[in-house]
Nanobody, 114 residues
């Protein structure tokens, strides 16, 4: 199983980025997909979820700014991030969950300069 995250980088405050996570080795459409992030010195934080049925959930910290989506034909989940601020600086990880099966990608760095 491989989850390959990409799309991170350096962006100015107020800017946007779109992260992608391409999955292989799983039946992607059966998995709920999540994005998490971890800032230096902090615990990993949940950012977004999209269920296999397409329902979406976000914590208040990103609601209205971030949008998760999935393309089952491409085995890919996306995270559109708008109105970025310095507090969004972190390594972003994608995660695939189905019952007891739980897989993590390697992370992609997002740095927001103020």
């Amino acid at each position: 199983v491989q989850l390959q995250a990409s799309g991170g980088g350096l962006v100015q405050a107020g800017g946007s980025l779109r992260l992608s996570c391409a999955a292989s080795g799983i039946i992607f459409s059966l998995y709920a997909m999540n994005w998490y992030r971890q800032a230096p010195g902090k615990q990993r934080e949940w950012v977004a979820t999209i269920t296999r049925g397409g329902s979406k959930n976000y914590p208040d910290s990103v609601k209205g700014r971030f949008t998760i989506s999935r393309d089952n034909a491409k085995n890919t989940v996306y995270l559109q991030m708008n109105s970025l601020n310095a507090e969004d600086t972190a390594v972003y990880y994608c995660n695939a969950v189905m019952g007891p099966s739980n897989y993590w990608g390697q992370g992609t760095q997002v740095t927001v300069s103020s």
